[in-house]
Protein backbone atom coordinates (compact mmCIF):
# COMPACT_ATOMS: atom_id res chain seq x y z
CA UNK A 1 0.00 0.00 0.00
CA UNK A 2 2.78 2.14 0.57
CA UNK A 3 4.35 2.02 -2.89
CA UNK A 4 0.92 2.41 -4.88
CA UNK A 5 -0.25 5.76 -2.82
CA UNK A 6 2.71 7.73 -4.55
CA UNK A 7 2.01 5.94 -8.06
CA UNK A 8 -1.89 7.04 -7.52
CA UNK A 9 -0.49 10.38 -6.97
CA UNK A 10 1.96 10.75 -9.91
CA UNK A 11 -1.20 9.48 -12.30
CA UNK A 12 -3.21 12.31 -10.89
CA UNK A 13 -1.04 14.88 -11.41
CA UNK A 14 0.44 13.34 -14.73
CA UNK A 15 -3.56 13.30 -15.70
CA UNK A 16 -4.66 16.71 -14.75
CA UNK A 17 -1.57 18.39 -16.06
CA UNK A 18 -2.14 17.27 -19.05
CA UNK A 19 -5.77 17.46 -19.35
CA UNK A 20 -6.63 20.15 -17.75
CA UNK A 21 -7.24 21.98 -21.11
CA UNK A 22 -9.43 19.80 -22.07
CA UNK A 23 -12.22 21.12 -19.70
CA UNK A 24 -13.55 24.30 -22.52
CA UNK A 25 -13.37 21.63 -25.25
CA UNK A 26 -15.91 18.66 -23.32
CA UNK A 27 -17.66 22.23 -22.22
CA UNK A 28 -18.08 23.13 -25.83
CA UNK A 29 -18.90 20.02 -27.10
CA UNK A 30 -21.91 19.04 -24.06
CA UNK A 31 -22.97 22.91 -24.82
CA UNK A 32 -23.44 22.22 -28.65
CA UNK A 33 -27.17 20.40 -29.24
CA UNK A 34 -25.84 18.49 -31.80
CA UNK A 35 -23.79 16.37 -29.24
CA UNK A 36 -25.78 14.07 -26.90
CA UNK A 37 -23.88 13.58 -23.57
CA UNK A 38 -23.37 10.15 -24.24
CA UNK A 39 -21.57 11.11 -27.58
CA UNK A 40 -19.25 13.42 -25.94
CA UNK A 41 -18.78 10.73 -22.95
CA UNK A 42 -17.74 8.16 -25.34
CA UNK A 43 -15.80 9.78 -27.70
CA UNK A 44 -13.66 11.42 -24.61
CA UNK A 45 -13.17 8.08 -23.39
CA UNK A 46 -11.98 6.41 -26.92
CA UNK A 47 -9.39 9.43 -27.47
CA UNK A 48 -8.01 9.01 -24.07
CA UNK A 49 -8.09 5.22 -24.00
CA UNK A 50 -6.60 5.67 -27.82
CA UNK A 51 -3.83 7.88 -26.22
CA UNK A 52 -3.01 5.07 -23.69
CA UNK A 53 -2.72 2.53 -26.12
CA UNK A 54 -0.37 4.49 -28.13
CA UNK A 55 1.98 5.89 -25.10
CA UNK A 56 2.03 1.94 -24.07
CA UNK A 57 3.28 0.82 -27.52
CA UNK A 58 5.77 3.03 -27.90
CA UNK A 59 7.03 2.60 -23.95
CA UNK A 60 7.52 -0.94 -24.71
CA UNK A 61 8.44 -0.64 -28.31
CA UNK A 62 11.27 1.96 -27.27
CA UNK A 63 9.95 4.31 -30.22
CA UNK A 64 10.12 7.99 -29.72
CA UNK A 65 7.91 10.11 -31.94
CA UNK A 66 10.20 12.80 -34.17
CA UNK A 67 9.44 16.29 -33.63
CA UNK A 68 6.93 17.48 -35.76
CA UNK A 69 4.57 14.79 -36.43
CA UNK A 70 2.53 15.11 -33.74
CA UNK A 71 1.26 18.55 -35.04
CA UNK A 72 -0.36 17.06 -38.09
CA UNK A 73 -2.92 15.75 -35.67
CA UNK A 74 -4.33 19.39 -35.88
CA UNK A 75 -5.54 18.56 -39.12
CA UNK A 76 -8.13 16.78 -37.25
CA UNK A 77 -10.27 19.85 -35.09
CA UNK A 78 -9.27 22.08 -38.02
CA UNK A 79 -11.38 20.15 -40.33
CA UNK A 80 -14.31 19.40 -38.10
CA UNK A 81 -14.41 22.96 -37.11
CA UNK A 82 -14.60 24.32 -40.93
CA UNK A 83 -17.30 21.28 -41.05
CA UNK A 84 -19.26 22.80 -37.67
CA UNK A 85 -18.31 26.33 -39.76
CA UNK A 86 -20.02 25.53 -42.86
CA UNK A 87 -22.98 23.56 -41.34
CA UNK A 88 -24.02 26.98 -39.12
CA UNK A 89 -24.17 28.65 -42.66
CA UNK A 90 -25.93 26.11 -43.84
CA UNK A 91 -28.42 26.08 -41.12
CA UNK A 92 -28.50 29.87 -41.29
CA UNK A 93 -29.44 30.01 -44.51
CA UNK A 94 -32.32 27.13 -44.01
CA UNK A 95 -33.60 28.63 -41.19
CA UNK A 96 -33.84 32.29 -43.18
CA UNK A 97 -35.54 30.50 -45.90
CA UNK A 98 -38.13 28.61 -43.54
CA UNK A 99 -39.19 31.59 -42.46
CA UNK A 100 -39.22 33.86 -45.56
CA UNK A 101 -41.61 30.80 -46.62
CA UNK A 102 -43.53 30.82 -43.82
CA UNK A 103 -43.09 27.00 -43.49
CA UNK A 104 -41.54 24.93 -41.33
CA UNK A 105 -38.81 23.41 -43.80
CA UNK A 106 -35.87 24.59 -41.51
CA UNK A 107 -37.28 22.25 -38.60
CA UNK A 108 -38.11 19.94 -40.83
CA UNK A 109 -34.05 20.18 -42.18
CA UNK A 110 -32.78 20.40 -38.75
CA UNK A 111 -34.59 17.28 -37.42
CA UNK A 112 -32.91 15.33 -40.59
CA UNK A 113 -29.81 16.40 -39.08
CA UNK A 114 -30.22 14.37 -35.55
CA UNK A 115 -27.79 11.90 -35.30
CA UNK A 116 -28.54 8.70 -35.94
CA UNK A 117 -26.71 5.37 -37.04
CA UNK A 118 -24.08 5.83 -38.62
CA UNK A 119 -24.37 9.47 -37.98
CA UNK A 120 -24.22 9.15 -34.08
CA UNK A 121 -20.96 7.11 -34.36
CA UNK A 122 -19.58 9.63 -36.94
CA UNK A 123 -19.67 12.28 -33.95
CA UNK A 124 -18.06 10.00 -31.16
CA UNK A 125 -15.44 9.42 -34.00
CA UNK A 126 -15.66 13.03 -34.22
CA UNK A 127 -14.73 13.64 -30.08
CA UNK A 128 -12.60 11.03 -29.90
CA UNK A 129 -10.26 13.00 -32.88
CA UNK A 130 -10.16 15.99 -30.93
CA UNK A 131 -9.29 14.11 -28.29
CA UNK A 132 -6.14 13.11 -29.46
CA UNK A 133 -5.14 16.03 -31.68
CA UNK A 134 -5.32 18.15 -28.09
CA UNK A 135 -3.65 15.28 -26.19
CA UNK A 136 -1.02 14.87 -28.63
CA UNK A 137 1.53 16.10 -26.09
CA UNK A 138 0.56 13.71 -23.47
CA UNK A 139 2.65 11.22 -25.45
CA UNK A 140 5.39 13.08 -24.82
CA UNK A 141 4.57 12.77 -20.87
CA UNK A 142 3.04 9.24 -20.80
CA UNK A 143 5.59 7.66 -22.87
CA UNK A 144 8.68 8.29 -20.47
CA UNK A 145 6.26 7.65 -17.21
CA UNK A 146 5.30 3.97 -18.93
CA UNK A 147 9.01 3.45 -20.02
CA UNK A 148 9.90 3.93 -16.47
CA UNK A 149 7.95 1.62 -14.85
CA UNK A 150 6.22 -0.99 -17.26
CA UNK A 151 4.38 -2.89 -14.15
CA UNK A 152 2.65 -0.32 -12.87
CA UNK A 153 1.18 0.28 -16.64
CA UNK A 154 -2.48 -0.95 -15.55
CA UNK A 155 -2.76 0.67 -12.24
CA UNK A 156 -1.78 4.28 -14.08
CA UNK A 157 -4.63 3.11 -16.87
CA UNK A 158 -7.15 2.33 -14.37
CA UNK A 159 -6.51 6.22 -12.48
CA UNK A 160 -6.46 7.46 -16.07
CA UNK A 161 -9.65 5.94 -16.81
CA UNK A 162 -11.48 7.17 -13.44
CA UNK A 163 -9.97 10.59 -13.88
CA UNK A 164 -11.62 10.49 -17.31
CA UNK A 165 -15.05 9.73 -16.13
CA UNK A 166 -14.42 12.94 -13.77
CA UNK A 167 -13.19 15.03 -16.11
CA UNK A 168 -16.64 14.03 -18.22
CA UNK A 169 -19.01 14.89 -15.16
CA UNK A 170 -16.62 18.30 -14.44
CA UNK A 171 -17.09 19.27 -18.10
CA UNK A 172 -21.44 18.47 -18.00
CA UNK A 173 -21.50 20.38 -14.38
CA UNK A 174 -20.18 23.25 -15.55
CA UNK A 175 -22.88 23.63 -18.76
CA UNK A 176 -25.57 22.92 -16.38
CA UNK A 177 -24.64 25.46 -13.71
CA UNK A 178 -27.56 27.73 -12.70
CA UNK A 179 -25.46 30.81 -13.51
CA UNK A 180 -22.83 29.71 -15.86
CA UNK A 181 -24.65 26.99 -17.94
CA UNK A 182 -27.61 29.31 -19.38
CA UNK A 183 -24.35 31.38 -21.09
CA UNK A 184 -22.46 28.34 -22.28
CA UNK A 185 -25.40 26.73 -23.43
CA UNK A 186 -26.75 29.52 -25.25
CA UNK A 187 -23.53 29.84 -27.02
CA UNK A 188 -21.99 26.33 -27.28
CA UNK A 189 -23.06 25.61 -30.98
CA UNK A 190 -21.91 28.80 -32.23
CA UNK A 191 -18.21 29.04 -30.49
CA UNK A 192 -17.63 25.11 -30.88
CA UNK A 193 -16.47 25.79 -34.89
CA UNK A 194 -13.77 28.76 -33.77
CA UNK A 195 -12.51 26.58 -30.86
CA UNK A 196 -11.82 23.79 -32.78
CA UNK A 197 -10.37 25.97 -35.94
CA UNK A 198 -8.41 27.25 -33.32
CA UNK A 199 -7.26 24.85 -31.88
CA UNK A 200 -6.35 22.82 -35.10
CA UNK A 201 -4.43 25.76 -36.14
CA UNK A 202 -2.55 26.00 -32.47
CA UNK A 203 -0.95 22.38 -32.96
CA UNK A 204 -0.44 22.22 -36.72
CA UNK A 205 2.21 25.14 -35.30
CA UNK A 206 4.29 22.27 -33.99
CA UNK A 207 4.32 21.25 -37.48
CA UNK A 208 6.10 23.85 -38.96
CA UNK A 209 9.93 22.17 -37.93
CA UNK A 210 8.61 19.56 -40.37
CA UNK A 211 8.78 22.60 -43.53
CA UNK A 212 11.92 24.44 -41.71
CA UNK A 213 13.86 21.37 -42.21
CA UNK A 214 12.72 20.46 -45.16
Known sequence: MEQILPILGVSVVVFVSTNIDDILL???????????????????????GALVIASVACALL????????????????????LRGLWALWRGSRAREAGVANGSGEADA???????????SRFKVIAVASVTVANGGDNLGVYIPLFSSSPAHIP?????????????????????????????????????????????????LSDALVLVCAG
Open 109 to 119: ADSAREPRGSA
Open 26 to 48: LSAFFADPGFTPAQVVAGQFLGN
Open 62 to 81: AVRVPDGWIGLLGLAPLALG
Open 155 to 203: LHAAVFAVMTGALCVLGHRLVNHPILGTRIRRSGRAALPFVLIGLGLWI
